[in-house]
């Protein structure tokens, strides 16, 4: 009994590996970033902590002082 349950885990790791190498290879090599892709990521990223910080100032002036 433990020796099927060995045997069919091992079928069942060798099955998902030997998918996950040819899904792998399917996709090929990642394209480069376009220029505006990247300045559109650092906008956002910057976006996000400038409201962070404005959201934060706001919380503490108006609930943490009561």
Do not use: R, Y
Request: hydrophobic letters at 50%; glycine letters at 10%.
């Amino acid at each position: 009994m433990a020796n099927e349950q060995s045997t069919m885990d091992e079928q069942v790791h060798t099955g998902l590996s030997a998918g996950l190498a040819e899904d792998e290879s399917a996709l090929g090599e990642a394209e480069p970033w376009e220029f505006w892709e990247t300045k559109l990521v650092m906008w956002s990223i910057l976006i996000g902590i400038g409201c962070l910080v404005v959201l934060g100032a706001i919380i503490n002036l108006t609930i943490l002082n009561k």
